[in-house]
């Protein structure tokens, strides 16, 4: 069985554990009512895409 030769140590640990963040998204403004939307998504707010109304609100 394969046992390491040094203890590993805390700087080196840390460096391999550095990217085990989450990532937040990239978010857009709609340009038709100017509230923050996921790129190319469909706006919650008032449901345009591409300056077209694909989701219709009531």
Do not use: F, W
């Not at 923050?36 to 469909?42: F, G, R």
């Amino acid at each position: 069985m394969a046992v390491p030769k040094r203890k590993t140590s805390k700087a080196r640990k840390r460096k391999r554990r550095v990217n085990y963040h989450l990532n937040v998204p990239g978010m857009s403004i709609c340009p038709q009512c100017g509230e923050i939307k996921a790129p190319h998504k469909a706006c919650r707010n008032c449901g345009y895409y591409k300056d077209q109304e694909v989701i219709v609100m009531e």
